[in-house]
């Protein structure tokens, strides 16, 4: 018998592992597409009570425990079921503990064995179940209910969780360990089991729930006052624009102010030294010398806090209008090559009635000559016309200059 | 040893003294513009510090949004005391349509369930380009732009949101923290303007929010 439970375990087992990847398409999706997959597999995992149709026309569906065993090993979010029938449990575990003191008391020590075992079995899937609810809710307030989009989705979530844990907590009442007690008399084995074991249990969970309910209530207050700021802004827009005449109220002109309103006017406006005041020029010398500069650090070249645009174009072409002197004392100095004659440039002034002032031209000769380039200045001689200053010596004042080929 | 108190003490001091200045230049101090005094300020011995400061000058640390915004107020009220608050008030009440117009318009174009609070990040190009992607909140953009509290001339959606988010920079109640980059953080001084506006909306019995509630049933049917 055993044996045949356990090849028809291990064969359902190996079922869902080699359909895995259909078990885990439907358990994403919700449910099978039965056109994408081999009619004969699908027909198998239905037989294996693996699948099922809730109603004729309907599409094939996970059945719920394989999506429980799923959801609890995936640790999934979206899990929202939480058994908190206790009451039945509570009743099996009171029904068995019957079963195993009958059998005791006629001395069926097997049978005895048996109950006690299935007992032990459901006290502790008791206990993890419940341990298993509280996990989940842990999980959903952890993540916000971030399975849900909006905050009013939040805010039912977060009351479906409340009335979970209030139901849960209803059903822990209904342990009353002083009947359970009685039930377990003086047997050790069922005192442990259904006394000591379930009452740890319990003051551990009933300990977390009020935990999980402090939190729930807190995250609600979050999610209202979120909501609720929400509505002030839609409330408020709407108000205005039915009455566009609005105006608050002077809140202000009472006796006593609001605290919100009491906002002192800036007392510190942003300071800098006035640097053209000279009546303040001495102290802030004075400062100015008393500042030392320590610098614990190697400085640090200065980065420039963004590159200056850099651009790199032809530059312009520009040029320079030629000084009409500048002409005629070129045209002076190619009058000099032509001739190939030592001419003076005061009487090439006269003879070409040239308009310019006698010293400026002959200014305009010297730097003329000065500014030729060396090769081209060694074809010239220059030779300065003049006599010493008659009173301070080493100065010498031109009166003309004569230029000619070299 | 001795020099290491004394420097511990010197940085308090300093610490609380930069604190005082910006409380008495007006500024709101929350977590998001400048932890470091807000932690000084929730923490009592601190605030005791610079209370006892500021009410040598009849001033005092006055707090709001459940104490998670600091500004400075007045100890005792005179009648110069009492015109500053009154025109303080007149401009925050002018500046709560544009501001409020500006929140719902920051939470439909970005599809958030909550407004904006302190902490949260505005993400400018995104929130432009959905701006400019719908009609409605291009025309809702330009109508808020003009407001007096924001000023734009432009009519072009791209100034205007600059503009806007310029002045609501300097206004305080946002932070640009990096001048690179276009985020945004709200700070605590929206959270101050949701007090305000509940204020008003529980003195003067506006039940603004069940308003708001039949408004959206009434879409929803």
């Excluded at chain 1, 206790?86 to 503990?97: E, F, M, N």
């Excluded at chain 1, 032990?120 to 206990?127: G, L, N, Q, R, W």
């Excluded at chain 1, 380039?373 to 080493?394: Q, R, T």
């Excluded at chain 2, 998670?68 to 009220?77: A, I, K």
Aim: proline fraction near 3%.
């Amino acid at each position: 018998m055993s044996s045949n439970l356990h090849q028809a375990g291990v064969k359902l087992l190996k079922q869902l592992g080699r359909h895995a990847d259909i078990i885990m398409d439907t358990y994403l999706a919700g449910s099978l597409n039965e056109d994408a997959h081999d009619p004969s597999v699908v027909e198998k995992l239905k037989q294996a009570g693996i699948l099922w149709r809730p109603e004729p026309d309907q599409e094939l569906r996970l059945k719920r425990s394989v999506r429980a065993l799923l959801e609890e090993g995936l640790s999934d979010e979206r899990n929202r079921q939480i058994d908190s029938n206790v009451g039945s449990a509570l009743a099996t575990i009171k029904t068995l503990a019957d079963h195993y003191k009958e059998a005791r008391h006629s001395s069926d020590y097997s049978a005895a064995e048996a109950y006690l075992s299935d007992l032990s079995e459901h006290v502790y899937s008791f206990a993890d179940s419940l341990r298993y609810s509280i996990r989940v809710l842990w999980g959903r307030i952890n993540n916000e209910f971030g399975y849900v989009g909006t905050i009013n989705a939040k805010i039912r979530e977060n009351e479906l969780a409340q009335s979970q844990v209030s139901e849960l907590l209803n059903g822990l009442e209904m342990f009353q360990f002083s009947e359970l007690g009685e039930i377990a008399g003086d047997i050790r084995e069922l005192r442990k089991l259904i006394v000591t074991t379930l009452q740890e249990t319990m003051s551990d969970c009933a300990q977390e729930l009020s935990v999980v309910q402090g939190r729930l209530l807190e995250l609600l207050g979050r999610f209202r006052q979120i909501r609720g700021r929400t509505r002030l802004l839609k409330g408020w827009l709407l108000y205005t624009d039915l009455h566009p005449d609005y105006r608050p109220a002077d809140h202000v002109s009472h006796k006593e102010i609001p605290s919100l309103f009491n906002r002192a006017e800036f007392l510190l406006a942003p300071a800098a030294v006035d640097v053209h005041n000279a009546s303040q020029e001495l102290e802030l010398m004075g400062i100015v010398a008393h500042i030392k500069a320590i610098s614990r650090h190697p400085v640090v070249a200065a980065v420039r806090e963004r590159d200056a645009p850099v651009s790199l174009t032809q530059s312009e072409d520009f040029d320079v209008p030629d000084n009409p002197l500048k002409q005629a004392v070129d045209e002076y100095f190619v009058d000099v090559i032509e001739s190939g004659l030592r001419q003076s440039a005061l009487e090439y002034l006269a003879d070409k009635a040239l308009p310019w002032n006698a010293e400026s031209w002959i200014y305009q000769v010297i730097g003329g000559y000065e500014g030729l380039p060396d090769e081209h200045k060694a074809y010239f001689e220059l030779e300065p016309l003049g006599e010493p200053h008659p009173i301070y010596s080493g100065n010498f004042i031109i009166r003309d200059v004569e230029l000619w080929l070299a | 040893m001795s020099a290491l108190m004394d420097q511990s003490t010197q940085t308090v001091l300093v610490g609380t003294g930069a604190l005082i200045e910006l409380l008495l230049k007006g500024e709101f101090i929350c977590r998001t513009t400048n932890e470091e005094g807000w932690r000084a300020l929730k923490n009592n011995s601190t605030r005791e510090r610079v209370e006892a400061y500021l009410n040598q000058i009849n001033r005092t640390v006055a707090s709001a949004a459940e104490g998670d915004v600091f500004f400075c107020g007045y100890l005792q009220l005179g009648d110069s005391e009492r015109k500053v608050i009154s025109s303080q008030f007149k401009d925050i009440c002018q500046s709560l349509i544009p501001l409020v117009e500006w929140l719902v318009l920051v939470q439909e174009a970005s599809g958030q369930d909550a407004p904006l609070n302190e902490g949260a990040p505005v993400r400018l190009t995104e929130l432009q380009s959905r701006i400019e992607d719908t009609p409605a909140f291009r025309e809702q953009l330009a109508k808020l732009s003009q407001y007096r509290l924001f000023g734009s001339t432009s009519s072009n959606s791209d100034a205007q949101i600059k503009l806007v988010f310029k002045r609501l920079v300097e206004l305080g109640y946002l932070v640009r923290p990096n001048v690179e980059k276009q985020i945004y953080i709200a700070t605590g001084k929206l959270d101050y303007l949701y007090e305000v506006i509940r204020f008003i909306d529980e003195t003067e019995g506006l039940s603004l929010e069940a308003q708001a509630e039949t408004a959206t049933q009434r879409d929803l049917i």
